[in-house]
């Protein structure tokens, strides 16, 4: 059981330059979630889907695109990468539907520098 | 608008001494707290979360936690710290707004554990 897994590890871009960002989870949650993590920020939320089917905007949206393929993947996009993306990215996962309290389950991260 | 804060970027403490990391929180209504870590080079890891009930939660690792009402406080402790403890420590608050479960994560806090 893998739980939830990010590709790739690493990336480094050229300003301008665009990248998908893949996460997958095996765990047969409904809600899924893309992250960003800078120093002394926290983990600030991108983009969520509550359900298969459906996306939302986060608190910084901003640069950035998503895709629920199905109920295991969901893919994060930068579009035209600028050096302010230069983060560390992480997806997450959770049982419930909208409106639960449930634990969210972390991938292992993805580096990404943007030049 | 709902809100965490570790007022503590470091935590230093020697092995076999208890540990206190600190959160303190702001919301509107019942607060549903979680404390996660992180390792280095890993995702975030679940440790406990307060719903309802006992003030005190008791989590993964040996670690606990204690809600305070009045105090608007969720401190993580451990009674004996490991040098394996030391880690990335997070607490979050859960904010549901517009339909949706979403967490709402503090800048963090790290904690050494000297030997």
């Known amino acids: 059981n893998a739980g939830v897994t990010q590709t790739p590890k690493f990336q480094v871009l050229k300003t301008g330059q665009s990248m998908t960002l893949q996460c997958a989870q095996d765990m047969n949650h409904n809600s899924m979630y893309w992250y960003r993590q800078d120093p002394g920020m926290g983990l600030r939320l991108i983009y969520y889907?509550?359900?298969?089917?459906?996306?939302d905007k986060g608190e910084v949206p901003n640069g950035y695109n998503v895709s629920r393929l199905n109920k295991r993947e969901f893919s994060l996009r930068l579009e035209s990468a600028a050096p302010s993306q230069t983060s560390v990215y992480f997806c997450a996962s959770s049982e419930a539907p909208r409106g639960a309290i449930d634990t969210q389950y972390f991938g292992p991260g993805t580096r990404l520098t943007v030049l | 608008a709902q809100s965490v804060a570790q007022p503590e970027d470091q935590v230093n403490v020697a092995e076999g001494n208890p540990l206190t990391v600190k959160c303190t929180y702001s919301v509107s209504g019942n607060p549903y707290l979680f404390w996660y870590v992180q390792y280095p080079n890993r995702g975030l890891q679940f440790l406990l979360k307060y719903i309802t009930g006992d003030n005190l939660v008791k989590g993964s690792y040996g670690f606990e936690a204690e809600f305070n009402k009045s105090q608007t406080s969720f401190h993580l402790k451990k009674p004996s710290a490991l040098v394996s403890d030391s880690a990335l420590y997070f607490c979050a608050v859960r904010s549901f707004s517009g339909g949706y479960n979403k967490l709402i994560f503090g800048a963090g806090t790290r904690l050494a554990v000297h030997p």
């Open positions: 889907s509550a359900s298969e089917g459906t996306t």
